[in-house]
């Protein structure tokens, strides 16, 4: 007779005989407390979260990107990577851009350098404009 928790075991199982069913049933509770198991289960689950937040990151959504991969996996990275992507703010005047915009459409600043440059080198810049200006 099949020992393991499968669904030949289940059909061959005597069910006149309740040791019988008792025993397959102690089988297939241990194989799904197996932590082996749920460790196979979170890792996954993370991993379709980091997947899903890397979408989401080049959307400008990387909680929604995470949320989407946690709870749907694939589909949800699919989900993520069809949204419409979240407009970038200007570093330097505040207004809206779209996220796929190079330069701002109200102060023409290049947004790419602009959001490399560091809060400090802005500091250092301004600390300078005002000076030229004194
Ligand atoms: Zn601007």
Redesign the pocket.
Known sequence: MDTGCTLAALAGVDQSDPEAVQALLQTCIGTLLDPVLWWWALALTIVCAVVGALIGRMKGRWLAGLLWGVLLGPIGWIVIALSTPVAQG??????P?AASAAS??????D?RSAAQRSQRSRLKRDDWASRRRD
């Open positions: 200007c570093p330097e005047c505040g207004q851009n701002c459409r109200h102060c023409g600043v947004l």
